[in-house]
């Protein structure tokens, strides 16, 4: 039983490392995405900013504020497609999590339900020892008798 036990201990030990790197990388997946989206912030702005100076410029400047302009565009659309790749590795991060919690929560109870039987059965052997040792010492008395 001891054996067993440990074997147990052991599997739990791997389904806690298991939830813990699940966990790690659903923070990873989480912090990628939120830098993605103030990243597509910071992209809007300067494109509002852009918008707003471009009318403003003389004709020499024009030219280059189109350019950029037409980058900060192209940076957007990139990081759309970015962004919904960031969301899709949070949501498989998260199902992973999960996963690993429900896994290591059902390894946690299997483990305790054979820990309380090992307890329980030592008890009953050392129960029925001591019944044993006294019913053979009352069989001595009697034949003795």
Known sequence: MKRRLAKMKRI????????????HELAKAGHRYRMLE?????IRKLQTA???ET?????DMLSAGMELFGRLMQAESNMAVS???AREDLAGAERQN???KANFESTEKLFENQRKHASKTATF?????INLLYN??????????
Not at 38 to 42: P, Y
């Open 125 to 129: 052997k050392a129960n029925n020892q």
């Open 50 to 52: 852009t918008r707003i």
């Open 38 to 42: 103030e990243n597509a912030e910071r």
């Open 12 to 23: 739990l030990s791997v389904r806690d490392t298991q939830m813990k790197l699940s966990e």
């Open 136 to 145: 053979n010492k009352n069989m001595e008395t009697r034949n003795d008798d």
């Open 55 to 59: 009318a403003e410029q003389h004709a």
């Open 83 to 85: 962004i919904s790749e």
């Open 98 to 100: 999960l996963a690993a």
